[in-house]
């Protein structure tokens, strides 16, 4: 397994256990896709042989693919950053530090200049120095996320990022709509899909990536995709949060073909997360996995 390179919104690195376990062995599918990746919690653990990665935010993907092709300048710009904060004591000195670097990446994004690769050193310095790793931008496109409460920056992350960086060589890193995979999929791949939660109750979730919301009718694209690709015989895992069941449970011919389960841990887990609290939902898994179906805990949720 390797760690996520970056923090992120609904990422699932605190439930990968649940979802891995319930994914097919490597032997059994060919192809991975992941259409909403995000951090790539899952991704990272599986380390696929031959992956299709993708989310919306153009931002995310082009930092993946120029780490992809950048290791060791970034290690290196990235352990600049470090060591320039860290030299700082108090938090007042930090926090110019952080502002400063915030205004640069957003000079960057609006093209005062070019220079796509310190562009990158800077999405992954705030990514680690934001609060809560979130990715939030203002009406005019500028990232405006505050530090964190309390920056500390001691451990290096060179090793994750090496590891990571492994994983990534056997990607192809895309940012679109989730929908394109369906020209794309064949019998025998693996699909996870990981859309933005679903909220019923609360408004603010809609802008919690900036992509302009995901709603009610985007989430009925996701289960109606799910259920074409099981017919053309991939394996598909959906996850989200259980105010979704009815959703899923409307479409009685998606429920002939997937199983739902609930995961009880996930209220209390991520309490440092945005995410989470906002909602105040449990996750629940999705699958067409048939391998899984006898499982008494998917029979017991049905
Ligand atoms: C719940 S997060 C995924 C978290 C990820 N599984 C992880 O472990 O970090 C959902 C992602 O979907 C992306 N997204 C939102 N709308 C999308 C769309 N229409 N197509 C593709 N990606 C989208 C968001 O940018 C966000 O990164």
Redesign the pocket.
């Given at each position: 397994m390797a760690d996520?390179i970056?923090r992120?919104?609904?990422?699932?690195?605190q439930i990968?256990d649940d979802i891995v376990t319930r994914l097919p062995p490597s032997r059994d599918y060919n192809d991975y896709y992941?259409?909403?990746?995000?951090?790539?919690?899952?991704?990272f653990e599986l380390k696929p042989s031959n992956a299709f990665i993708?989310?919306?935010?153009e931002t995310?993907m082009d930092f993946y693919e120029l780490f992809k092709n950048n290791l060791d300048y970034i290690i290196r710009e990235n352990k600049k950053l470090d060591d320039a904060l860290n030299r700082y004591s108090t938090l007042d000195a930090k926090k110019e530090f952080y502002y400063t670097r915030r205004r640069e990446f957003n000079e960057l994004q609006n093209g005062c200049c070019e220079d796509e690769l310190r562009e990158a050193v800077l999405f992954l310095f705030l990514n680690r120095t934001c609060f809560n790793g979130l990715?939030r931008t203002n009406e005019k496109g500028d990232f405006n996320v505050p530090m964190k409460k309390k920056v500390i920056l001691t451990e290096s992350i060179e090793e994750k990022l090496k590891e990571g960086h492994k994983v990534l060589q056997n990607a192809e890193i895309t940012?679109?709509?989730?929908?394109y995979i369906e020209e794309e999929v064949e019998e025998g791949d693996l699909i996870?899909l990981?859309?933005?939660?679903i909220s019923n109750s609360d408004a603010r979730y809609f802008n919690?990536?900036?992509?302009g919301g995901?709603g009610r009718d985007?989430q009925i694209d996701v289960r109606d995709l799910a259920l074409k690709l099981h017919h053309r015989g991939a394996y598909v895992m959906i996850?989200n949060s259980d105010e979704a069941e009815d959703l899923y449970r409307s479409d009685g011919e998606f429920m002939e073909n997937f199983r739902m389960m609930e995961l009880e841990a996930a209220r209390s887990i991520n309490s440092d997360s945005s995410?989470r609290s906002q909602i105040g939902a449990t996750d629940i898994i999705v699958t067409n996995s048939p391998q899984f179906w006898e499982q008494r805990e998917f029979d017991a949720y049905r």
């Open positions: 996520p970056l992120w919104a609904g990422g699932k690195r990968i992941e259409p909403f990746f995000g951090g790539g919690a899952v991704f993708n989310d919306i935010n995310l990715y940012s679109q709509d989730f929908e996870f990981d859309p933005p939660y919690q990536y900036s992509t995901f985007r996850t995410q």
